[in-house]
């Protein structure tokens, strides 16, 4: 669940993004991320641009919202941050050049999300197919956008999945197939299994146990954190 509306959405990702931070997620997600510019998809509500500033980067944060850019100002008043509000479906070209003078050495993606009223989602299956599909498009835009600009070498995706978790080896091939065949083909991008991690995020675990109880299938299941780091092929 992700809010119908831009103030549930806000509301619901301050909650999570704060356990993130607690967890030490973003922190972890930031020391994967190579180069010292940084093009951000998806500033959210600035946990994550935060965690990048922590590390010394530049950063170019875009989000459609511009309530999660004020939010993200108001959460990161020092540091190399410059924001951008703007659609990534829709970008105009005097934002294409803005964003190519920015320079950006690795662009990166991570915890894709929006408002139900924008994702279409429902509490339902077909809602979760409907998230499914939305980040599905935007890592494919994200993955454009990065082939278009020549000084981006590395692409960073991270998002929430469940795994058995003793078959993360297996997924970890799954994670790289599935990016590789879908979000960066044909695009100058590949990822490789030795970037392809996995994060238990704990908190969230330990809920899933009266699930376990009653639905012996997820025996083993616990969701996590599906990073890979895609490099631009030589």
Request: hydrophobic fraction near 45%.
């Amino acid at each position: 669940m992700s809010g119908q509306s831009v103030a549930e959405f806000m509301a619901y990702w301050e909650a999570e993004g704060k356990a993130y931070v607690r967890r030490g997620d973003y922190d972890w997600m930031a020391s994967l991320v190579p180069g010292q510019r940084v093009l951000e998809i998806g500033s959210g509500l600035g946990f994550s641009s935060a965690a990048l500033i922590g590390k010394g980067l530049a950063v170019l944060a875009v989000d459609s919202l511009p309530e999660c850019l004020a939010v993200t100002r108001e959460r990161c008043p020092a540091g190399d941050l410059a924001l951008m509000q703007a659609d990534l479906s829709a970008l105009s070209d005097e934002q294409r050049a803005a964003i190519a003078s920015f320079q950006p050495d690795t662009v990166v993606c991570w915890l894709m999300g929006a408002p139900a009223e924008v994702t279409g989602a429902k509490p339902s299956e077909a809602g979760q197919q409907a998230v499914a599909a939305y980040r599905e498009k935007m890592h494919r835009l994200v993955a454009e956008l990065a082939a278009e600009l020549p000084t981006v070498q590395c692409l960073h995706l991270v998002d929430r999945t469940v795994i058995p978790w003793q078959a993360k080896d297996i997924g970890r091939d799954t994670l790289v197939r599935y990016h590789n065949d879908k979000t960066l083909l044909g695009l100058p991008f590949a990822g490789e299994r030795r970037h392809a991690l996995y994060r238990k995020i704990e908190d969230a675990a330990a809920t899933m146990g009266h699930l376990r109880k009653s639905h012996p299938s997820l025996k083993g299941v616990v969701p996590t954190l599906a990073s890979l780091l895609a490099e631009r092929k030589k």
